[in-house]
């Protein structure tokens, strides 16, 4: 099973230079050729058909610099069918940005649209959101919603981009990182420091705690039956009575003699817990997810802390058992925002969990092969980056014979195949990326993955394995192919993490984490951008699969914009973390 990779906290937290983003304070917006009102997050545009059919919204951002570029949202519906436009814009010039528009045109009557994309303003101040109309009885009375709720994936956004570190991002990259800001402001992880980097926000009792990468390794500094690291809260522990709490972690046992783990809710001035959140049975060296809801019980006052502890018998002293940081120490209030609902605990964790996960913009396909469905039902095959694209099967199948972690995409090398539609996410031009997967070959030849159509000009890139050496291949102009075969040589029934990565005009190759001899000097070459899909398992000659691997792929990963190395590394000893 994929954990949940969480981070206890919002990630990425980015400068939305709107004062009031979820509308609700009414010296912040104004309006033009019509009136506001403010309902419930919501502002309320009716235009008045007097002096103009274009009536608006106009939002007073904190500063928007003349000649910077910004990056706008915001989500907007009207009533009508009679509207020809819908945009938001900066007063100034509209910029290119990778085919998303930040107007819809003709939009429908009752739909919500989400308007974003760059801008550089030239002028004053302001941001407009706009319904636009043929003529001015048109635009009369007609209404324009605009949403400011975070729970309704509203608000309005203006980001600088110029001089920060989205100077690379598409369009389509910073709506991911507004959306999963949005999530993230519904829920608080009642535990600080989830990941346990500051131990100055937690209470040791017996234990200590070192970091290496994302695991936290919690060891007895003396002999006591019940270790334990406590979470302050600023919280009254009244506020949370008979309050449901979700409550999430990985673990694993590094000793014998761990009978349970237990999260518990401790008043501050008279002693009490809740029903008790325990697992027991851990096995030693085996990571176990630990998912618990409970109410949280009477007998506590004051203020409201959050224990984490273990039943040590027969008692140690150094090293007990590590955490996964990645997915971190949760603790949600449920009832605050689902009542003492009876929802199964996974479906809490998509809810209140998942909002916190290690968020990156740059991965812009993230394939497990290892989804969590009942028994007896189809194992869909799905995308975990934050972008979701659609991912068609043709045969493979995921299968726990050959798995890194869990289970993997079995490819046949008959005609077993995956297709995923062409995206501005996989046009990697002359940027850098990073491509890596975990690859089990039982036939040393084929084509691992690309957007190779060899009867048509489409040739984009592809990867493949010849007499068991990656070769990586790409084209300029669609046609005319540049390749390269690298060194190291594989061999059957063996798994290799595989990395495939461009980094400052080169392309590298890295096997279980050391650095090929052999390396590509790209320069400033530009991957041309094929409009075909992205295809796994094989290539296409003829409109057919050509030359289909027979191998098992487990966490095939795409990173657009970034080299994840460099030098050599130590491959990942976990699952990559889910991005929504």
């Given at each position: 099973?994929?954990?949940?990779?969480?981070?206890?906290?919002?990630?990425?937290?980015?400068?939305?230079?709107?004062?009031?983003?979820?509308?609700?304070?009414?010296?912040?917006?104004?309006?033009?050729?019509?009136?506001?009102?403010?309902?419930?997050?919501?502002?309320?545009?009716?235009?008045?058909?007097?002096?103009?059919?274009?009536?608006?919204?106009?939002?007073?951002?904190?500063?928007?610099?003349?000649?910077?570029?910004?990056?706008?949202?915001?989500?907007?519906?009207?009533?009508?069918?009679?509207?020809?436009?819908?945009?938001?814009?900066?007063?100034?010039?509209?910029?290119?940005?990778?085919?998303?528009?930040?107007?819809?045109?003709?939009?429908?009557?009752?739909?919500?649209?989400?308007?974003?994309?760059?801008?550089?303003?030239?002028?004053?101040?302001?941001?407009?959101?706009?319904?636009?109309?043929?003529?001015?009885?048109d635009a009369n009375g007609k209404v324009m919603t605009i949403e400011g709720?975070?729970?309704?994936?509203?608000?309005?956004?203006?980001?600088?981009?110029?001089?920060?570190?989205?100077?690379?991002?598409?369009?389509?990259?910073?709506?991911?990182?507004?959306?999963?800001?949005?999530?993230?402001?519904?829920?608080?992880?009642?535990?600080?420091?989830?990941?346990?980097?500051?131990?100055?926000?937690?209470?040791?009792?017996?234990?200590?705690?070192?970091?290496?990468?994302?695991?936290?390794?919690?060891?007895?500094?003396?002999?006591?039956?019940?270790?334990?690291?406590?979470?302050?809260?600023?919280?009254?522990?009244?506020?949370?009575?008979?309050?449901?709490?979700?409550?999430?972690?990985?673990?694993?046992?590094?000793?014998?003699g761990i009978n349970w783990v237990q999260i518990k809710y401790v008043g501050?001035?008279?002693?009490?817990?809740?029903?008790?959140?325990?697992?027991?049975?851990?096995?030693?060296?085996?990571?176990?997810?630990?998912?618990?809801?409970?109410?949280?019980?009477?007998?506590?006052?004051?203020?409201?802390?959050?224990?984490?502890?273990?039943?040590?018998?027969?008692?140690?002293?150094?090293?007990?058992?590590?955490?996964?940081?990645?997915?971190?120490?949760?603790?949600?209030?449920?009832?605050?925002?689902?009542?003492?609902?009876?929802?199964?605990?996974?479906?809490?964790?998509?809810?209140?969990?998942?909002?916190?996960?290690?968020?990156?913009?740059?991965?812009?396909?993230?394939?497990?092969?290892?989804?969590?469905?009942?028994?007896?039902?189809?194992?869909?095959?799905?995308?975990?980056?934050?972008?979701?694209?659609?991912?068609?099967?043709?045969?493979?199948?995921?299968?726990?014979?050959?798995?890194?972690?869990?289970?993997?995409?079995?490819?046949?090398?008959?005609?077993?195949?995956?297709?995923?539609?062409?995206?501005?996410?996989?046009?990697?031009?002359?940027?850098?990326?990073?491509?890596?997967?975990?690859?089990?070959?039982?036939?040393?030849?084929?084509?691992?993955?690309?957007?190779?159509?060899?009867?048509?000009?489409?040739?984009?890139?592809?990867?493949?394995?010849?007499?068991?050496?990656?070769?990586?291949?790409?084209?300029?102009?669609?046609?005319?192919?540049?390749?390269?075969?690298?060194?190291?040589?594989?061999?059957?029934?063996?798994?290799?993490?595989?990395?495939?990565?461009?980094?400052?005009?080169?392309?590298?190759?890295?096997?279980?984490?050391?650095?090929?001899?052999?390396?590509?000097?790209?320069?400033?070459?530009?991957?041309?951008?094929?409009?075909?899909?992205?295809?796994?398992?094989?290539?296409?000659?003829?409109?057919?699969?050509?030359?289909?691997?027979?191998?098992?792929?487990?966490?095939?990963?795409?990173?657009?914009?970034?080299?994840?190395?460099?030098?050599?590394?130590?491959?990942?000893?976990?699952?990559?973390?889910?991005?929504?």
């Amino acid at each position: 099973m994929i954990p949940f990779n969480v981070l206890s906290g919002m990630v990425n937290r980015l400068e939305n230079l709107i004062p009031d983003p979820n509308l609700t304070l009414t010296g912040s917006w104004g309006s033009g050729y019509s009136t506001n009102n403010i309902l419930n997050n919501r502002i309320v545009n009716t235009g008045n058909g007097i002096t103009s059919r274009a009536p608006y919204v106009v939002i007073y951002p904190n500063v928007l610099d003349n000649g910077t570029k910004y990056f706008l949202y915001a989500r907007v519906m009207v009533d009508t069918s009679d509207c020809i436009n819908l945009c938001i814009h900066a007063p100034g010039s509209f910029e290119g940005n990778n085919g998303v528009s930040t107007s819809v045109q003709t939009p429908a009557k009752d739909t919500w649209y989400e308007l974003y994309g760059f801008q550089t303003p030239v002028s004053d101040n302001r941001l407009v959101v706009q319904h636009v109309y043929n003529t001015l009885a048109d635009a009369n009375g007609k209404v324009m919603t605009i949403e400011g709720s975070p729970d309704r994936a509203g608000g309005v956004w203006a980001i600088k981009i110029t001089g920060t570190k989205y100077e690379n991002y598409t369009a389509l990259q910073m709506l991911a990182l507004v959306k999963k800001r949005m999530r993230c402001e519904r829920f608080g992880n009642l535990f600080k420091s989830g990941r346990l980097n500051a131990n100055d926000d937690l209470l040791l009792s017996g234990v200590s705690i070192s970091k290496s990468a994302d695991i936290a390794t919690i060891s007895a500094t003396y002999a006591t039956r019940y270790p334990m690291i406590r979470s302050r809260t600023s919280d009254d522990y009244s506020n949370y009575i008979g309050h449901y709490m979700y409550s999430a972690l990985r673990i694993r046992p590094l000793v014998d003699g761990i009978n349970w783990v237990q999260i518990k809710y401790v008043g501050s001035i008279e002693p009490g817990y809740s029903s008790a959140m325990t697992i027991s049975n851990l096995e030693v060296g085996k990571w176990s997810e630990m998912t618990w809801k409970t109410p949280v019980n009477t007998n506590g006052t004051g203020v409201l802390e959050i224990e984490l502890l273990c039943d040590n018998e027969p008692l140690h002293i150094g090293e007990l058992f590590e955490i996964d940081c990645t997915y971190g120490v949760n603790v949600v209030d449920i009832t605050k925002r689902y009542g003492a609902s009876n929802e199964p605990l996974n479906a809490y964790c998509d809810i209140a969990i998942r909002p916190y996960i290690n968020y990156d913009p740059h991965t812009v396909l993230l394939l497990h092969g290892d989804e969590n469905y009942p028994e007896g039902n189809p194992r869909a095959i799905g995308d975990s980056s934050e972008y979701a694209h659609a991912v068609t099967s043709y045969g493979v199948e995921t299968s726990d014979v050959q798995a890194k972690f869990g289970r993997s995409l079995k490819f046949d090398g008959v005609d077993d195949y995956i297709s995923i539609p062409d995206s501005e996410l996989f046009d990697f031009a002359d940027g850098d990326f990073t491509i890596d997967f975990n690859g089990y070959f039982l036939n040393l030849n084929g084509d691992i993955m690309g957007k190779r159509f060899s009867t048509t000009t489409e040739d984009s890139f592809y990867i493949n394995i010849v007499n068991g050496k990656i070769g990586m291949r790409y084209t300029v102009n669609g046609s005319g192919i540049i390749s390269l075969t690298f060194n190291i040589i594989l061999s059957v029934n063996t798994f290799y993490h595989i990395a495939i990565v461009r980094s400052n005009g080169y392309i590298y190759l890295y096997i279980n984490g050391i650095k090929d001899g052999a390396y590509m000097d790209v320069g400033t070459d530009v991957i041309y951008k094929s409009e075909e899909p992205l295809v796994i398992g094989t290539s296409f000659v003829n409109g057919e699969p050509y030359s289909c691997i027979t191998a098992y792929i487990d966490e095939l990963r795409i990173t657009k914009g970034k080299a994840l190395w460099t030098e050599n590394f130590t491959p990942p000893s976990l699952p990559h973390p889910n991005m929504r």
